[in-house]
T-cell receptor
Framework: NAGVTQTPKFQVLKTGQSMTLQCAQDMNHEYMSWYRQDPGMGLRLIHY???????DQGEVPNGYNVSRSTTEDFPLRLLSAAPSQTSVYFC????????????FGSGTRLTVV | KQEVTQIPAALSVPEGENLVLNCSFTDSAIYNLQWFRQDPGKGLTSLLL?????REQTSGRLNASLDKSSGRSTLYIAASQPGDSATYLCAILTGNQFYFGTGTSLTVIP
């Protein structure tokens, strides 16, 4: 089982550039989410989705867009990158909102210069 | 909003010692609580999942307990080893979100 796959693992962007972080899971999980992790700040929720076609904002959604056209994929788009978006990004999924565990991808380390 | 606190923020122990990590939360209406381990520069690895109806879970040298009424969970590590050095995070599913503590950074000294 591949679990949750994130690509790329590392990325350097220039301020103002756009890019998409990819997240795919092969476990038929309904719930998927994106977090950013910064030193001293812990994990902060950016966006989440409870199923295909349904997305919602988390704690820090500004500057990020998401869509969920399939159960498997949940891409995160940075429309105009800013240095404040330099962070490590994690995608996670779970079967549904219930007594099920959360599975994380290995992360994408993004630097915006 | 669920608030999750982990104390201590950092812990250093000699090899072989038993230790307890703490996680407290403010809203007892939870689906589950999960303990993770994170090594430097790496992702989160699940250690133990405790469902809302359960009181504890065990895996090898790890034992996690859950007391919803007091808003507390503990992760007990027996006979610690240098390989246990990592940051330990607790995550709580409440409503439609997982809420994370900021973690306890554990160093086990050989």
């Amino acid at each position: 089982n591949a679990g949750v796959t994130q690509t790329p693992k590392f990325q350097v962007l220039k301020t103002g550039q756009s890019m998409t972080l990819q997240c795919a899971q092969d476990m038929n999980h309904e719930y998927m989410s994106w977090y950013r992790q910064d030193p001293g700040m812990g994990l902060r929720l950016i966006h989440y989705s409870v199923g295909a076609g349904i997305t919602d904002q988390g704690e820090v959604p500004n500057g990020y867009n998401v869509s969920r056209s399939t159960t498997e994929d949940f891409p995160l788009r940075l429309l105009s990158a800013a240095p404040s978006q330099t962070s490590v990004y994690f995608c996670a999924s779970t079967q549904s909102l219930g007594p099920y565990g959360y599975t994380f991808g290995s992360g994408t380390r993004l630097t915006v210069v | 909003k669920q608030e999750v606190t982990q104390i201590p923020a950092a812990l250093s122990v000699p090899e072989g010692e038993n230790l307890v990590l703490n996680c407290s939360f403010t809203d007892s209406a939870i689906y589950n609580l999960q303990w993770f381990r994170q090594d430097p520069g790496k992702g989160l690895t699940s250690l133990l999942l405790i469902q809302s109806s359960q009181r504890e879970q065990t895996s090898g040298r790890l034992n996690a307990s859950l007391d919803k009424s007091s808003g507390r969970s503990t992760l007990y590590i027996a006979a610690s080893q240098p390989g246990d050095s990592a940051t330990y995070l607790c995550a709580i599913l409440t409503g439609n979100q997982f809420y994370f503590g900021t973690g306890t950074s554990l160093t086990v000294i050989p």
